[in-house]
C-alpha cells in the first residue's frame, strides 16, 4: 500500500491510521507525488495559507473500484495549530478507510500506546465529561472503550497518588527463556543456547544492581517497586533466584518498598524449590502466565508445556503460601477461537487468581509468526474476546487498573490489567504512566529518568543482548552515573 504525503508532517499518525485497517499489508510511505498517480493509493495533503493559521486538508482514498475524498477547511488559532491540524487530518483518512473496508475501530483515530493518560490529562484539564466528549467527538472512541477508559483511570489514579517527586521503581532484566514463543519478539534468548552467558550475566547483573542502589541511597531516593521480569526469570536456578532476591534486599532500604514481584512466567520453568526461593526471599507477587489453557494453541504459539501444568504450578504456590498472582491471557492467538478463550476465562477465573492481565495479540516484524506470514485475523475474534472479558471479569470481582496499547496490537485493542481490590500492580501503573524514574538493571533494560516537576523523560540504555552487557559491562556502570548527576540538577 503506497501512502502519499503531500505538504505535511504527519507521517506517524497516518501511517498508524492506514496499517489499523490493512494490517497484513506493507505500507510504503512517498514524499514525491508523481503526476499520474497509479491505484490503489492514499493520498494526504495540507496546504496553508502564508503564514496565517488557515489550513485546507485534502484526503483521498482510491483502491480502483473505490474512489473518494474528504477536503476539510480549519481556521485555527496558532496554539493548536499543529494538534489540531493532524488530528482533522486522521479523521478525514479515518472516515475514508471506515466506508471503504466497512469497519469502525472501538479507539477511532487514537493510535496511542496511553490512552488512559491522556483522558486522566483531560480530565484534570476541563473535568471528566469533557475528557468523554472529547474521546468520543474528535477521538471517534467507542462509547465501551470511553467507559473502560474512565473506570481505569479512576482505579490508577489512587495508586498514581502513592508516589513522590523522590520516588523510583526497579526493573530488573532476564533475559533468557527456555524456548521462544513464535509471536514474541524481545531479546531474550534460549537458556540451551546462551547456557555458557548465565553465569557471567548474573554475577555482572548482581554486581549493577548495587551499583544501583550505592546512587538510591546518596540521592536519598525511594524505592516504591520491584519488578524482575524478563525473558523468564525462573530459567534461573533456585539457588540464582535466592541470590538474586538477597542482592536486591542487602543493597536497597526496603522497609519503604510497597510491592517486590518476580515474574514466574512460564508453567515449565517453575518447580517447587524456585517458588520457595522466591517465598523465601518475601517476594510478595508472582505472575504464571499460560496465555491460554487450550493445549493444541500452545503447541501452535511454541509452549514447552501443558494446561495441565499450568493448574499443577497455580496449586503448588496457592501451598506455597502465595496470596497475590496474577496470570497473563492473551486475546488473538493463532487457531485459538472465541469459544475456546472462553473455556480458558472460565478456567482461570475458577482458580480465583488475584489479578488477570489480558493482552491482545501483536505481531512485531521479528516474530516467528510475523516471519512465516501470519496475518492478522479478519473475523475479529480478538474484541469478541475482550468484550468477554469486559462482561464476565467484573462478575468475579475483577476491575480494571491499568491498559496500554502496542503497534501493531490485532484490531488495533488494547491490553488491560484487571484486579480484586488491594491487588492492583502498582509497578504497571508507575511504568506505563510513566510516573516516577525507573531503573532499570541487566541487558535490555532501560532507565527513564522521570522529572518529577514537569513531564520530561531521559533515558540510558544498557546494551541489548547478554553478550553485549557482558563485554561492555564497565560502559552500562559509567552510563548509571546519569541517574546521579539527573538527580543532583533537581531541586
Not at 524478563?230 to 534461573?236: A, C, I, S, V, Y
Request: hydrophobic letters at 35%; aromatic letters at 10%.
Amino acid at each position: 500500500m503506497i501512502v502519499y504525503i503531500d505538504n505535511h508532517t504527519f507521517h506517524y499518525e497516518t501511517e498508524n491510521l492506514v496499517r489499523l485497517f490493512f494490517p497484513n499489508e506493507k505500507i510504503s510511505i512517498e514524499k514525491e507525488i508523481p503526476e499520474d498517480i497509479v491505484p490503489p493509493y492514499i493520498y494526504t495533503s495540507m496546504r496553508t495559507d502564508d503564514k496565517t493559521v488557515n489550513a485546507h486538508i485534502d484526503v483521498r482514498v482510491n483502491m480502483g473500484v473505490f474512489d473518494k475524498t474528504s477536503v476539510k477547511d480549519i481556521s485555527l488559532t496558532t496554539d493548536d495549530f499543529e494538534k489540531t491540524a493532524e488530528r482533522e487530518m486522521a479523521v478525514c483518512l479515518y472516515t475514508l478507510l471506515s466506508e471503504f473496508t466497512g469497519t469502525k475501530k472501538p479507539w477511532g483515530i487514537l493510535t496511542g500506546v496511553r490512552p488512559i493518560k491522556l483522558f486522566r490529562r483531560l480530565s484534570d484539564e476541563k473535568g471528566k465529561e469533557y475528557a468523554e466528549s472529547y474521546f468520543r467527538d474528535k477521538l471517534l472512541v467507542s462509547d465501551e472503550k470511553i467507559r473502560l477508559s474512565e473506570w481505569t483511570e479512576k482505579n490508577e489514579r489512587k495508586i498514581l497518588a502513592l508516589s513522590t517527586p523522590r520516588s523510583v521503581s526497579l526493573y530488573i532484566s532476564i533475559p533468557f527463556c527456555p524456548s521462544r514463543c513464535s509471536y514474541c519478539s524481545f531479546i531474550s534468548q534460549t537458556a540451551d543456547k546462551a547456557k555458557k552467558l548465565i553465569a557471567p550475566y548474573f554475577e555482572l547483573l548482581c554486581r549493577e544492581i548495587e551499583y544501583t542502589a550505592e546512587i538510591v541511597k546518596d540521592k536519598k531516593l525511594t524505592l516504591e517497586s520491584v519488578y524482575i521480569g524478563g525473558g523468564t526469570p525462573t530459567t534461573l536456578s533456585a539457588e540464582q533466584l535466592r541470590i538474586l532476591i538477597r542482592t536486591i534486599r542487602n543493597s536497597f532500604n526496603m522497609s519503604v518498598c510497597r510491592e517486590f514481584t518476580v515474574e514466574a512466567g512460564r508453567p515449565d520453568t517453575i518447580d517447587e524449590e524456585k517458588l520457595k526461593a522466591i517465598s523465601e526471599g518475601k517476594v510478595d507477587r508472582i505472575s504464571i502466565n499460560p496465555q491460554t489453557l487450550n493445549d493444541n494453541v500452545l503447541e501452535v504459539i511454541g509452549r514447552k508445556h501443558t494446561s495441565a501444568q499450568v493448574l499443577d504450578v497455580f496449586g503448588l504456590a496457592r501451598k506455597i503460601g502465595f496470596g497475590n498472582i496474577n496470570m497473563d491471557l492473551i486475546a488473538g492467538l493463532p487457531t485459538d477461537t472465541t469459544e475456546s478463550f472462553s473455556d480458558t476465562l472460565e478456567r482461570i477465573s475458577e482458580l480465583d487468581p488475584e489479578s488477570i492481565t489480558v493482552h491482545t495479540l501483536s505481531l512485531k516484524r521479528s516474530s516467528r509468526l510475523t516471519l512465516q506470514g501470519h496475518s492478522i485475523g479478519e473475523d475479529n475474534a480478538a474484541a469478541k474476546m475482550l468484550a468477554l472479558c469486559l462482561e464476565r471479569l467484573p462478575q468475579n470481582g475483577y476491575e480494571p487498573y491499568y491498559l496500554y496499547r502496542q503497534s501493531r496490537i490485532e484490531g488495533g485493542l488494547e491490553n488491560t490489567g484487571w484486579s480484586k481490590k488491594g491487588y492492583e500492580g502498582i509497578y504497571n501503573v508507575f511504568v506505563m504512566d510513566e510516573t516516577h524514574t525507573i531503573l532499570g538493571c541487566g541487558a535490555g533494560a532501560v532507565t527513564k529518568l522521570k522529572n518529577p516537576y514537569g513531564n520530561e523523560l531521559t533515558r540510558i540504555f544498557n546494551y541489548k543482548y547478554p553478550y553485549e552487557y557482558i563485554s561492555g559491562f564497565e560502559e552500562i556502570l559509567k552510563r548509571k552515573e546519569q541517574v546521579r548527576a539527573y538527580y543532583d540538577e533537581l531541586p
